[in-house]
T-cell receptor, first 115, second 113 residues
Framework: DGGITQSPKYLFRKEGQNVTLSCEQNLNHDAMYWYRQDPGQGLRLIYY???????QKGDIAEGYSVSREKKESFPLTVTSAQKNPTAFYLC??????????????FGEGSWLTVV | SQQGEEDPQALSIQEGENATMNCSYKTSINNLQWYRQNSGRGLVHLILIRSNEREKHSGRLRVTLDTSKKSSSLLITASRAADTASYFC?????????????FGEGTQLTVNP
């Protein structure tokens, strides 16, 4: 089935550790996105990528890093510099330019908790 | 920057009633989209309305857009318990050239059976 797979669903991070969240899509989409969602809040954009080997910072990129070496993969690393990483992380993709009326497809999300 | 803001933040209605949620935004847009999120899940696209459209329907959903007031509304008619979810508006701002969507804070809808 076509879709976006995020893993793991639940992840626990110790203080000072880096952790990487995986996002894979088989929709052949060019654009991919990472959003953060805090409980009861909306989504905030961390990073996005319009094409392989290129990505841009979103609104809250500090303490995060990404790579886009393959079209289907867009992993997010939460570094130790992110002081409050406990949140729900959502990966998404889009098949074309949003201004053309394309929509965003989301994965099922990953819960990250600092212990 | 937070582009979309929904109100109310929470809405509780009885099954069969209509639910109306509003969204306001700040900058010029190419289009506006509405998404639904069940608790602890990813978002699912519901409907898109372009900046040159004023109203759009999809099944029990009706969306309006008033670009002069920078606002949109989502109406769900004859609501069902299964409509219980959070609803978000998302804007594709002209200033970002269609490269990203900015989401609002969402409206938590509860439909009581």
């Amino acid at each position: 089935d076509g879709g976006i797979t995020q893993s793991p669903k639940y992840l626990f991070r110790k203080e000072g550790q880096n952790v990487t969240l995986s996002c894979e899509q088989n929709l052949n989409h060019d654009a991919m996105y990472w959003y953060r969602q805090d409980p009861g809040q909306g989504l905030r954009l961390i990073y996005y990528s319009q094409i392989v080997n290129d990505f841009q910072k979103g609104d809250i990129a500090e303490g995060y890093s990404v790579s886009r070496e393959k079209k289907e993969s867009f992993p997010l690393t939460v570094t130790s510099a992110q002081k409050n990483p406990t949140a729900f992380y959502l990966c998404a993709s889009s098949g074309g330019r949003l201004l053309s009326g394309n929509t965003i497809y989301f994965g099922e999300g990953s819960w990250l908790t600092v212990v | 920057s937070q582009q979309g803001e929904e109100d109310p933040q929470a809405l509780s209605i009885q099954e069969g009633e209509n639910a109306t949620m509003n969204c306001s935004y700040k900058t010029s847009i190419n289009n506006l989209q509405w998404y639904r999120q069940n608790s602890g899940r990813g978002l699912v696209h519901l409907i898109l309305i372009r900046s040159n459209e004023r109203e759009k329907h999809s099944g029990r959903l009706r969306v309006t857009l008033d670009t002069s007031k920078k606002s949109s509304s989502l109406l769900i008619t004859a609501s069902r318990a299964a409509d219980t979810a959070s609803y978000f508006c998302a804007t594709d701002a002209k200033e970002t050239s269609g490269s990203r969507l900015t989401f609002g804070e969402g409206t938590q809808l509860t439909v009581n059976p």
